[in-house]
Nanobody
C-alpha cells in the first residue's frame, strides 16, 4: 500500500516562506525518490525539486536559491521549504514517488508510481 500525503499549503503573502510536507507510507525513503511538482490552472505541471533515495537534492531554476528539500526517514516525511514566495508560485503542489529517480524528479517516460492529492499554495498579489 503505497501512499503519499501532502500538507502545508495555504495563503501567503509575497516574500513569505512556507514549508510543505510529504508523508509517505508503504515504502521507505531510502528506496524511493521524492519529487515535488506543481501545476497552476491551465498550465502544464512542472518539476520544482526532488530528493533521491540516497539524499541527493535537486532544484529547478524556478526555485534555485530560495528552497530547501530535505528528508526525515525516521518520520517518513519529506519537507519542502520555499522562501521569498512570489505570485507565480501559486499552484497545486504534488508529492510524487518512484524507485526511479528520473521518474520521481522529472516524470520521465511515465507517471510516478505514487502520486499525492496535492496541496494548494496561494501567494497573494
Amino acid at each position: 500500500q503505497l501512499h503519499v500525503v501532502e500538507s502545508g499549503g495555504g495563503l501567503v503573502q509575497p516574500g513569505e516562506s512556507l514549508t510543505l510536507s510529504c508523508s509517505v507510507s508503504g515504502f521507505t525513503l531510502d528506496v524511493y525518490a521524492i519529487g515535488w511538482f506543481r501545476q497552476a490552472p491551465g498550465k502544464e505541471r512542472e518539476p520544482v525539486s526532488c530528493i533521491s533515495e540516497v539524499g541527493s537534492t535537486y532544484y529547478q531554476p524556478i526555485m534555485m536559491d530560495r528552497a530547501t528539500i530535505s528528508a526525515n526517514n525516521a518520520k517518513n516525511t519529506v519537507y519542502f521549504k520555499m522562501n521569498n514566495l512570489k505570485p507565480d508560485d501559486t499552484a497545486v503542489y504534488y508529492c510524487t514517488a518512484d524507485k526511479n529517480y528520473l521518474v520521481a524528479c522529472q516524470h520521465v517516460k511515465r507517471d510516478p508510481e505514487v502520486w499525492g492529492q496535492g496541496t494548494l499554495v496561494t501567494v497573494s498579489s
